[in-house]
T-cell receptor, first 117, second 114 residues
Framework: AQKITQTQPGMFVQEKEAVTLDCTYD???????LFWYKQPSSGEMIFLIY??????QNATEGRYSLNFQKARKSANLVISASQLGDSAMYFC??????????????FGTGTRLTVIP | DAGITQSPRHKVTETGTPVTLRCHQT?????MYWYRQDPGHGLRLIHY???????DKGEVSDGYSVSRSKTEDFLLTLESATSSQTSVYFC?????????????FGQGTRLTVV
């Protein structure tokens, strides 16, 4: 069974500083994908970044990077130069293909990030 | 932004009544999903669809049914609502199969069962 663990219920970071949000996962699937989503207070889910299990390099998207350590089964999100607008809930998720070709996302419980001015 | 509309956005209903939530997409994506979000659980898959009239159960499907008669609409029905189904419900869509396929989410529906 797939499982995503986010051990940090809440994090604080000073504006313009970098912050790392932790994510560990467990799966027996040989191939999988790892996602990070942002959920601001308005409630929508916003895709941030994706890492495939066979990707050799860590994924980056602007100020977001994913620190993927396959042997340790971790997929931490690094946000550089934090901005006030980064204050939100962040979810780590793992994709698992369902037989019909659909893609189930297993989510962690989330980390609430607060950026301090 | 992906064209996904959930309706209603908020609903309060009484225990034992049927409730239907609607997800409408304008992207012509093949795959559609219903998730529920609860504190301490993240999002969990209820049901999904891989085509018109093709649906299957997710990990928390008990008490829910779905239907997809058109590509653009995916309905989630609570046959007899219970307080444990108080939650925020998200619809998601994805274009193709594959582990890296991004899912686009709707705005969510906050359902309260009293």
């Amino acid at each position: 069974a797939q499982k995503i663990t986010q051990t940090q219920p809440g994090m604080f970071v000073q504006e313009k500083e970098a912050v790392t949000l932790d994510c560990t996962y467990d799966t027996s699937d040989p191939s999988y994908g790892l996602f990070w989503y942002k959920q601001p207070s308005s409630g929508e889910m916003i895709f941030l970044i994706y890492q495939g299990s066979y990707d050799q390099q860590n994924a980056t998207e602007g100020r977001y990077s994913l620190n993927f350590q396959k042997a340790r089964k971790s997929a931490n999100l690094v946000i550089s130069a934090s901005q006030l607008g980064d204050s939100a809930m962040y979810f780590c998720a793992m994709s698992s293909l369902i037989q019909t070709g659909a893609n189930n996302l297993f989510f962690g419980t989330g980390t609430r990030l607060t950026v301090i001015p | 932004d992906a064209g996904i509309t959930q309706s209603p956005r908020h609903k309060v209903t009484e225990t034992g009544t049927p409730v239907t939530l609607r997800c409408h997409q304008t992207e012509n994506h093949r795959y559609m999903y219903w998730y529920r979000q609860d504190p301490g659980h993240g999002l969990r898959l209820i049901h999904y669809s891989y085509g018109v009239k093709d649906t299957d159960k997710g990990e928390v499907s008990d008490g829910y049914s779905v239907s997809r008669s058109k590509t653009e609409d995916f309905l989630l029905t609570l046959e007899s609502a219970t307080s444990s189904q108080t939650s925020v419900y998200f619809c998601a869509i994805s274009e193709s199969q594959g582990l890296g396929t991004e899912a686009f989410f709707g705005q969510g529906t906050r359902l309260t069962v009293v």
